[in-house]
């Protein structure tokens, strides 16, 4: 390992999560149980300025895309994102990410070569639990929470499948952007935070 390296290792890095609605406590909570990581919410463009990753949360994507035009954060997100802040959307975040939605005229971050279409797996009765591997995360099966979820329907030539159910991608990472169907913030299971955590070191760059 050089210096660098070695120094980057062992610092904790900071995680924002977009609090402006949805479940954001729940991922703050994951994070807060990985070692080395601070888990800070962002509501302002100067929250963002001292964040090495974001996740955008599950909640309801048209309200999210309003507040974020209303808090001034719109652009300022784009903007780092775009030039490789890692993120992480789940469920409404990857409809957030996603260039184009399939059932709604709104397009918020537009920043993933993939579609998606809203509440796919039905309304909010419909929500179900289920379990797959994800290769990245080991052998142990990982619980999927699906509420409203959005489907992916298309993926650009840069996008990779991270997980699938019944053969459809429900998780899919395209540089350092990662976008779930699911839920990993309303399960014990803490493994797709800490991978996230860990894609996020890896983009740090010495400070
Ligand atoms: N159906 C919601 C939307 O379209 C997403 C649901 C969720 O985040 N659990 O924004």
């Known amino acids: 390992m050089t210096a660098d390296a070695a120094a980057i290792a062992a610092e904790s890095i900071t ?3 977009l609090a402006l609605q949805g479940g954001y406590v729940e991922h703050m909570a994951a994070l807060s149980r990985i070692g080395q990581v601070v888990a800070v919410p962002v509501r302002t ?5 001292s964040v090495d990753a974001i996740i955008l949360p599950g909640g309801e994507s048209s309200a999210i895309g309003r507040l974020l035009e209303v808090f001034g954060l719109m652009e300022p997100l784009r903007k780092r994102i775009a030039a490789g802040l890692p993120a992480w959307g789940t469920c409404a975040g990857m409809i957030l990410l996603a260039g184009d939605i399939d059932n709604d ?5 537009c920043l993933m070569d ?3 279409t809203r509440n796919a797996y039905g309304g909010q009765l419909d929500s179900f639990d289920a379990s797959t591997i994800i290769p990245e995360l080991g052998p142990d099966p990982f619980p999927l929470v699906l509420i409203r979820a959005p489907s992916i329907t298309r993926m650009g030539p840069g996008v990779r499948v991270l997980a699938s159910l019944e053969g459809k991608p429900v998780a899919c990472m395209e540089k ?3 976008a779930t169907s699911f839920h990993p913030e309303l399960t014990a299971d ?7 955590a860990s894609l996020a ?3 740090l760059v010495p400070r």
């Open 105 to 109: 005229e709104r397009r918020h971050l």
């Open 201 to 203: 070191r890896s983009y």
């Open 114 to 116: 993939i579609g998606v």
């Open 45 to 49: 463009a100067s929250d963002l300025d």
């Open 176 to 178: 350092a952007m990662v």
């Open 15 to 17: 995680v924002g999560v």
């Open 190 to 196: 803490g493994r797709f935070h800490e991978w996230f």
